[in-house]
Nanobody, 118 residues
């Protein structure tokens, strides 16, 4: 099993920045991909959107909506993934969930709220 603890969410004004962190513990010796999804407020069951992902070697992938404003990074020694979000917009308001992939299993964090005020 893998446990994920997220931190760094909060309320920020449009144009501001936030840095989210997600630390993994437990069976972490074979973590491959790490990343972040988000779920915007709205109808129940609204699909989560992949924000960014990063492979073990550092290859990254970003949603078009955050390209140029987000930087994902990871510290393999600390089993931690980070998401730096800049130039935040009200439409970035969502619950952000981190995930890690260990072998063929995906583990999720509890979610952290990011609210961007206009």
């Amino acid at each position: 099993q893998v446990q994920l603890v997220e931190s760094g969410g909060g309320l920020v004004q449009a144009g501001g920045s936030l840095r989210l962190s997600c630390a993994a513990s437990g069976n972490t010796f074979s973590i491959s991909s790490m990343g972040w999804y988000r779920q915007a407020p709205g109808a129940p069951g609204k699909q989560r959107e992949l924000v960014a992902s990063i492979g073990y070697g550092g290859s990254t992938n970003y949603a078009d909506s955050v390209k140029g404003r987000a930087i994902i990074s990871r510290d393999n020694a600390k089993n931690t993934v980070y998401l730096q979000m800049n130039s935040l917009k009200p439409e970035d308001t969502a619950v952000y969930y981190c995930y890690v992939v260990v072998s063929s299993d995906t583990y999720w964090g509890q979610g952290t709220q990011v609210t961007v005020s206009s």
